[in-house]
Structures are given as C-alpha cells and as structure tokens.
C-alpha cells in the first residue's frame, strides 16, 4: 500500500515557504510602522495566516526582527560574494567597481529597511543587528582589498579598515543623497558617476606604485577631504562593524 505520509524534505521545504512568507510580512509591517508599531496580529494578517502561526515559528515580536535583521544581512552578503564571483574580469578594479555598484543600488534600493535598522541601533535596540552581521557583509570588500595587496595591486601600507570606512561611508552617502532627490523609482537613477568616481579615487590613492595613474593631487586632495567631512558626518548614524 502506498504511503500516503509527506516526504520529509518535502514538509521541510513546505515549512521554509511558509516561514519566509512570515519574514517577508514581518520586514513590511516594521518599515510602516516601526518595530514599536508593528503588531504580530497585522503580521499574521500580512502573511495571510493565522496569529497563532507566527508564534509557533517565533515566540515574541524581538525574536522575530532579529531573524529579519538576519535574513536581511545574510541575503546582502550572500549577493554580494555573488556579485564577486560574477565578474569575469580578475583586475582588482573591475571587481571593486562591480561590488560598489552593488552596495549603491542596493543601499538605494533598501533604504526604507537600512534606515530602520540603523535607528534601532542608534536606540540600543535589543533587536538592532549584530556586529558579527555586519562584519560578513563588509568582508567581502576585506577580502578583495587583501587580495589586491598580496597581488601587488594596491600600496602594501594601505590601512584595510581606513579603505573600507572611505569606500562604505562615502557610497552610502552618496546613496542618501540620490535616494533622496528620486520622486520615483529608486532603480532607476543614474549610479554611474558615482561608481566611477569611487573608482578613480581608490586607483589613484590605493594603487601600487608599480601601476602610475595621472592624478591631479590637489583636486584628489579637496576630494579625499570632502569624503572624510561626509564621512565624518554619516559616522553619527551608521554602525560601526
């Protein structure tokens, strides 16, 4: 007689629908209303299922954000090592120009989510996201910057978390910035000076001196000290990794 039972990994797929189902109502409701404002009956409600369903898989509203603050961070770590791999091209530049692209749009893109994450922090939230979070998304830049050095891309006494700061804090910056002059979709504003410009600036300041760029000093110089006023600046509300 045939087995009328459901294949386990077939009710475990089942379960992992349904849970993402909850996490991706869970991650609307918080950006609208708030992690205060939001209720895990209107999640329910959002997810198309019952109050008592969402309890089963998290017992409280906190454990719930902070499985959304780890599925949200662990997805952009994963895309952008994606991102990496993707890239056909082994110059340091072309690859570094691939993931500022990516950290721009997606910045833009998510800026709704990111900001509430940032202010849970800013708040000492118990739900804000964990530094060990942050810190696998930045590594994907890490990893890329060392490898640069060990190839003899970029100068050997280049400080790696100085790199990272200039090129994280000045591209969400700019991301702000162009997220907050778009009246429509957040994809479709031009990126492309901005990417280029991060570019230029790390091949001339980072790059080894075995691979001489022309550099107009004291127009990188007004650059590099504007970036680290805007820096300065984003350092009040962004979350150190």
Not at 193 to 219: C, K, Q, S, W
Request: with cysteine.
């Amino acid at each position: 007689m045939a087995s009328n039972a459901i294949p386990s990994e077939t009710q475990r797929a089942k379960l992992e629908r349904k849970e993402r189902v909850i996490l991706d109502a869970a991650r609307a409701i918080f950006v609208d209303h708030g992690f205060d404002g939001a209720r895990m009956q209107e999640i329910a409600r959002r997810a198309g299922i019952g109050e008592g369903t969402v309890y089963s898989y998290y017992e409280s509203k906190a454990e719930l954000m902070l499985a959304v603050l780890q599925q949200f961070w662990d997805g952009l770590t994963l895309e952008a090592e994606g991102v990496m791999a993707s890239v056909e091209a082994t110059d340091l530049f072309a690859r570094l120009e691939a993931l500022a692209r990516y950290h721009l749009n997606t910045v833009i893109v998510n800026a709704d989510f990111i900001n509430l994450t940032f202010a849970l922090r800013r708040n000492n939230s118990e739900v804000s996201v964990s530094r060990d979070h942050l810190r696998h998304y930045v590594a994907v830049f890490d990893r890329l910057f060392l490898r640069g050095q060990d190839r003899g891309e970029l100068r050997a006494d280049a400080v790696l978390w100085q790199a990272r700061d200039i090129f994280y804090g000045s591209l969400e910056y700019s991301a702000r910035s162009i997220e907050t002059t778009m009246e429509a979709d957040r994809s479709t504003r031009e990126q492309l000076p901005v990417v280029d410009e991060m570019v230029a600036l790390f091949r001339a300041h980072y790059g080894a001196t075995g691979n001489p760029v022309i550099v107009d000093e004291v127009g990188l110089a007004t650059r590099l000290d504007k970036l680290a006023a805007q820096i300065d600046t984003l350092s009040r509300c962004l979350p150190r990794p």
